[in-house]
């Protein structure tokens, strides 16, 4: 058990990402068991994004340990480390299956009708991660899970808005088609790097919409305690200010990949201690 707490801290801490599981804000008596579910999450997006092979035989055999992590004895070091985990916090299995479930998504579908198909991949690739930290901080109530919901999807969307050219490269479009239809905006103008007004509406009206998202989320924040708190807001704030970025670029996602300086992010530390104000304006 500890070589597998072990293995699942080098794999959190070693990895660079905007919205980390793993925070340097957590409790120690609490960081084995958030590594643990961190090396969870991280293991199933690397076999749905990277692997190489047949990635929904990997994934069946990634939930097959995960069931050995409830009903037997599992092989892998991170597994046996999220066993103990899951026994002391009594976490359920659905988180964990439905992440599993995103990234065999992932593998079938490639594009996304709606807005409510997209939330619909969001239920099972986002807020899942959510849910398994509200159950390591001992919340396990519906409410608080629905405003996790609002934020993790919020997380989710910026990511897809941040990423829309590498996603392309990977042959997949998180943006709803029939929101590209409303801006009379088609997929061979994505597939040709079409940066014109038409595609800057577009994108200015997710990153409004993603807002919202995160504005809703915010509720939370008075309904949890201690670090988590702060955690939470550091969260909103990287992702608001990934939105910001976005806007400030003019909307461009496909030229340039937006990101934060290291003295934006050290601000963003800064300014966690401070109320946030969302800006949600109407959408074109």
Same mark, same amino acid.
């Given at each position: 058990m500890a070589?597998? *707490?072990? *293995? @699942?801290?080098?794999?959190?801490?070693?990895? *660079?990402?905007?919205?980390?599981?793993?925070?340097?804000?957590?409790?120690?008596?609490?960081?084995?068991?958030? +590594?643990?579910?961190?090396? +969870? @999450?991280?293991g199933v997006d690397d076999l749905? &994004?990277?692997?190489?092979?047949?990635?929904?035989?990997?994934? &069946?055999?990634?939930?097959?340990? $995960?069931?050995?992590? +409830?009903?037997?004895?599992?092989?892998?070091?991170a597994f046996v480390a999220l066993q103990e985990t899951i026994r002391r916090? &009594?976490?359920?299995?659905?988180?964990?299956?439905?992440l599993i479930e995103a990234n065999r998504a992932d593998q079938r579908v490639s594009r996304y009708r709606s807005y409510? &198909?997209?939330?619909? +991949?969001c239920e099972n690739s986002a807020n899942p991660v959510g849910r398994l930290v509200l159950y390591i901080y001992g919340y396990r109530d519906e409410e608080r899970q629905r405003l996790s919901d609002a934020t993790c999807t919020a997380l989710q969307l910026t990511n897809f808005w941040q990423d829309v050219r590498r996603d392309l490269d990977k042959g997949r479009i998180y943006i709803p088609l029939e929101d590209m239809e409303r801006f009379d905006y088609g997929e061979a103008d994505l597939l040709a790097g079409r940066s014109d007004g038409r595609f800057r509406d577009l994108m200015a009206f997710q990153v409004q919409r993603?807002?919202?998202?995160?504005?809703d989320g915010?509720? $939370?924040?008075?309904?949890?305690?201690?670090? $988590?708190?702060l955690d939470l807001r550091l969260f909103s704030l990287g992702g608001l200010a990934v939105l910001d970025a976005i806007e400030g670029m003019g909307?461009?996602?496909l030229q340039r990949r937006p990101t934060l300086s290291r003295a934006r992010k050290a601000w963003l530390v800064v300014r966690g201690l401070l109320p946030i104000r969302v800006r949600v304006e109407k959408a074109p």
């Open positions: 070589e597998g *707490y072990a *293995y @699942c801290q080098r794999l959190a801490t070693s990895h *660079y990402e905007n919205f980390s599981v793993a925070s340097w804000l957590l409790p120690r008596p609490l960081r084995p068991h958030m +590594y643990a579910v961190y090396a +969870y @999450c991280r749905g &994004d990277e692997a190489e092979g047949d990635r929904l035989a990997l994934l &069946d055999g990634w939930e097959a340990e $995960l069931r050995r992590c +409830y009903e037997g004895s599992p092989q892998q070091p916090f &009594d976490i359920p299995t659905e988180p964990f299956r439905r409510n &198909d997209l939330l619909g +991949y993603t807002r919202e998202l995160f504005r915010l509720a $939370l924040m008075p309904k949890v305690s201690g670090r $988590l708190t909307y461009d996602v």
